[in-house]
C-alpha cells in the first residue's frame, strides 16, 4: 500500500515547513508525502531503511538518491533483501549510485531478516508506537523534538527484535516521515490535514 498523496495545493503563496524550502526535492516531498500516513510491510521497511541510511547525512542525498535505492535493494521487498547474500553486500559496496556504508548495508539485511520474523508484521508493529491524536502541534522549526517517548520505546523494541540502525531519533524520524506523528508547524499548509483510514 502506498501513502495518499494530498489534494493539490496552489503553491505560489504557500506557507510550509521551514526545512522544506531549500530544494525543489524537498518541496516535493514535503508538499506530497512527508506525514502522509503509510501502511504497508515492504513500504515501511523502504523509509526505515532510508531513515537508517540517512544517519549522519543530509536528508536531500537520500532523497536524490532514493530512485538508485530502490533499484539496488529490489524495491525494498523485504523477502528479496533476506534473502540478499555476501556478493549481494559486494554489489552493494561497489554501487556508487547509493551511499556505500558497510555497516548500514549489512543492518538493512539484517532488518529484512528481523521483519520477516515479525509474526504482527513490520507495519503493524511500527504503528502500534504512534501516540494518540491529540498531542500539541509544534509552533516553529525549534518546537519539533528530536525523540519521543513513543520513539524511544520504538527504538528499544526493535532492537530487541534484531534490528539495528533504529535509534529513537531515527525512530522519531520515521514517524514523521510516515504520519505517525504530524509535526508540520503551524503556520505550513499542511498542519492538521486529515486521511481517510
Known amino acids: 500500500m502506498t501513502a495518499q498523496t494530498p489534494a493539490p495545493v496552489e503553491r505560489s503563496v504557500v506557507g510550509r515547513c521551514g526545512w522544506a ?40 542525498t537520500i532523497l536524490r538518491k532514493r530512485p538508485a535505492f530502490r533499484a539496488a535493494f529490489a524495491g525494498f521487498s523485504i523477502p528479496a533483501v533476506a534473502a540478499f547474500t555476501d556478493d549481494d553486500v559486494e554489489r552493494l559496496m561497489a554501487d556508487a549510485a547509493i551511499v556505500r556504508n558497510r555497516a548500514k548495508v549489512t543492518a538493512a539485511l539484517r532488518n529484512a531478516r528481523a521483519a520477516l520474523d515479525l509474526p504482527e508484521g513490520l507495519s503493524a508493529l511500527l504503528w502500534s508506537f504512534a501516540p ?4 500539541p502541534r509544534p509552533e516553529t522549526l525549534a518546537d519539533v523534538p528530536a525523540t519521543s517517548p513513543e520513539s524511544v520505546a520504538l527504538a528499544k523494541e526493535l532492537k530487541r527484535r534484531g534490528f539495528s540502525f533504529v535509534g529513537p531519533t531515527t525512530s522519531y524520524a520515521l514517524m514523521q516521515a510516515t504520519g505517525m506523528v504530524d509535526d508540520h508547524v503551524a503556520t505550513c499548509f499542511r498542519a492538521g490535514v486529515t486521511y481517510p483510514d
Not at 28 to 42: A, I, S, T
Not at 132 to 135: A, E, H, L, Q, Y
Open 21 to 60: 524550502t531549500s530544494a525543489p526535492e524537498y518541496v516535493r516531498y514535503h508538499d506530497e508525502e512527508w506525514g502522509v500516513p503509510l501502511h504497508g510491510d515492504d513500504a515501511l521497511f523502504e523509509r526505515l531503511t532510508l531513515e537508517a541510511f540517512q544517519s549522519g547525512l543530509s536528508w536531500i
Open 132 to 135: 494518540p491524536p491529540g498531542r
